[in-house]
């Protein structure tokens, strides 16, 4: 009996949740599932997560006209090429990961009569992304697809209220809930070791301590408020703090811009993840706000810093939060999307809406101060995100998701 075949799109290789979801269920799932991965191209502002697929020993195929701004001649290339695709690989199941895959991919497999559709969705665009006309087209679309589509998965329990209550995309009984999956233990190897390449490499004191935002410098992430916080926490502790930005994005030019209008010292040193130094080892100064670019060896940040912060108007499933979680950090965060489902408030960090700078900043200020308490948050951490978020239990749970479909459509 001929194994099932899957045909797995995403939106395109960039560093995120997304990348790590289909490369470990592509490489996981095998050899009972036979799949073809295909994705986008990245923006040029974005660094490539090829690294994650090659070293997992896959390879992807890549849609040359998929990329994640709208554009309704490139998109439609990239319509007929998935149409080919399937025509030339014949899946069983097509299963798309994030909004612009979604839609191109599941509108493709409804016309080539693919049995099982399923997507995932990462995130989603319906507020504040868009204005309220856009917001309302994509809810339409997204209706109309989910309608379409054999299952949905949503990555948290919050997620599937917002699509099957607050937005009405489909009925809860299309919905099932997949927490996100990743190799977590990779946090908790040489943490020392790493700790002291990071903080030597930044020339980061004993004493100073490192607060870190990792991920896109795009709107949504709301980097505006992370500098105020930055400000807030300079003028108001006593012990020396040094904040990184990790990552880049659209938004570094402005980024940089707002800092110096808040009088906000910073200097950019990227790193260089080959030799696990950066390109210059400097000296500690007085600059409190250092531009990493993108890194990698994520794990080497996160044993470097002492606390993480994230600031975003909207998320999904918060990637950066569940890697500081397994790394032994606390954090600092805007309660928005499936956050509450990672960070436990008071517990493992503390959670603010999103316009509360001053509540937000007063709880870095503590845990600034208060090293006990870093530790004590950092300490039940791990143990709160390593079964949940384990890539074994992603595997597991889409594995009998599939098994289900396929047996419902030749029941059928």
């Given at each position: 009996?001929?194994?099932?075949?899957v045909?797995?799109?995403?939106?395109?290789?960039?560093?995120?949740g997304?990348?790590?979801?289909?490369?470990?269920?592509?490489?996981?799932?095998?050899?009972?599932?036979?799949?073809?991965?295909?994705?986008?191209?990245?923006?040029?502002?974005?660094?490539?997560?090829?690294?994650?697929?090659?070293?997992?020993?896959?390879?992807?195929?890549?849609?040359?006209?998929?990329?994640?701004?709208?554009n309704?001649?490139?998109?439609?290339?990239?319509?007929?090429?998935?149409?080919?695709?399937?025509?030339?690989?014949?899946?069983?199941?097509?299963h798309?990961?994030?909004?612009?895959?979604?839609a191109?991919?599941r509108?493709?497999?409804?016309?080539?009569?693919v049995?099982?559709?399923?997507?995932?969705?990462?995130?989603?665009?319906?507020?504040?992304?868009?204005?309220?006309?856009?917001?309302?087209?994509?809810?339409?679309?997204?209706?109309?697809?989910?309608?379409k589509?054999?299952?949905?998965?949503?990555?948290?329990?919050?997620?599937?209220?917002?699509?099957?209550?607050?937005?009405?995309?489909?009925?809860?009984?299309k919905?099932?809930?997949?927490?996100?999956?990743?190799?977590?233990?990779?946090?908790?190897?040489d943490?020392?070791?790493?700790?002291?390449?990071?903080?030597?490499?930044?020339?980061?004191?004993?004493?100073?301590?490192?607060?870190?935002?990792?991920?896109?410098?795009?709107?949504?992430?709301?980097?505006?408020?992370?500098?105020?916080?930055?400000?807030?926490?300079?003028?108001?502790?006593?012990?020396?703090?040094?904040?990184?930005?990790i990552?880049?994005?659209?938004d570094?030019?402005?980024?940089?811009?707002q800092?110096?209008?808040?009088n906000?010292?910073?200097?950019?040193?990227?790193?260089?993840?080959?030799?696990?130094?950066?390109?210059?080892?400097?000296q500690?100064?007085?600059?409190?706000?250092?531009?990493t670019?993108?890194?990698?060896?994520?794990?080497?940040?996160?044993?470097?810093l002492?606390?993480?912060?994230?600031t975003?108007?909207?998320?999904?499933?918060?990637?950066?939060?569940?890697?500081?979680?397994?790394?032994?950090?606390?954090v600092?965060?805007?309660n928005?999307?499936?956050?509450?489902?990672?960070?436990?408030?008071?517990?493992t960090?503390?959670?603010t809406?999103?316009d509360?700078?001053?509540?937000?900043?007063?709880?870095?200020?503590?845990?600034?101060?208060?090293?006990?308490?870093?530790?004590?948050?950092?300490?039940?951490?791990?143990?709160?995100?390593?079964?949940?978020?384990?890539?074994?239990?992603?595997?597991?749970?889409?594995?009998?998701?599939?098994?289900?479909?396929?047996?419902k459509?030749?029941?059928?």
């Open positions: 009996m001929s194994k099932p075949k045909l797995r799109i995403i939106n395109r290789l960039n560093l995120g997304p990348t790590y979801n289909a490369a470990y269920l592509t490489r996981y799932l095998s050899p009972e599932f036979e799949t073809l991965f295909i994705a986008g191209n990245k923006d040029e502002t974005e660094a490539s997560s090829e690294f994650i697929v090659e070293n997992l020993g896959l390879k992807a195929r890549y849609i040359n006209g998929m990329y994640r701004s709208l309704p001649f490139k998109d439609y290339k990239a319509y007929l090429e998935i149409k080919a695709i399937i025509k030339e690989f014949k899946p069983d199941i097509v798309t990961h994030a909004a612009k895959a979604g191109l991919g509108l493709a497999a409804i016309h080539a009569g049995p099982v559709i399923v997507h995932t969705f990462h995130g989603h665009v319906f507020h504040s992304y868009f204005n309220s006309i856009v917001n309302r087209v994509f809810v339409g679309i997204e209706r109309y697809l989910a309608k589509s054999t299952a949905i998965i949503a990555i948290s329990a919050l997620q599937k209220k917002e699509l099957t209550v607050d937005f009405e995309i489909c009925a809860a009984d919905v099932t809930v997949v927490p996100l999956g990743f190799d977590l233990e990779r946090f908790q190897k943490k020392e070791v790493k700790r002291q390449q990071f903080r030597s490499s930044y020339g980061l004191t004993q004493q100073e301590v490192a607060i870190g935002i990792i991920g896109r410098l795009v709107p949504i992430k709301n980097h505006a408020f992370f500098l105020e916080v930055v400000k807030e926490v300079i003028a108001g502790v006593q012990q020396p703090v040094r904040f990184f930005i990552g880049d994005g659209e570094r030019a402005l980024v940089e811009q800092a110096q209008t808040l906000i010292a910073y200097e950019s040193i990227h790193w260089n993840d080959e030799t696990l130094n950066t390109t210059q080892t400097i500690h100064t007085e600059t409190k706000l250092v531009f670019s993108w890194m990698q060896n994520i794990p080497i940040a996160l044993a470097g002492d606390l993480v912060v994230m975003s108007l909207n998320e999904g499933t918060p990637v950066s939060l569940i890697e500081a979680l397994a790394a032994g950090k606390p600092v965060s805007t928005v999307g499936g956050v509450a489902n990672v960070v436990q408030d008071g517990t960090g503390f959670l809406k999103t509360e700078l001053k509540i937000f900043s007063q709880h870095v200020k503590n845990l600034v101060a208060n090293r006990g308490l870093r530790e004590q948050m950092g300490n039940k951490g791990y143990e709160s995100v390593a079964a949940k978020y384990g890539y074994a239990r992603l595997v597991e749970d889409v594995r009998t998701l599939y098994h289900q479909l396929l047996s459509t030749k029941e059928a």
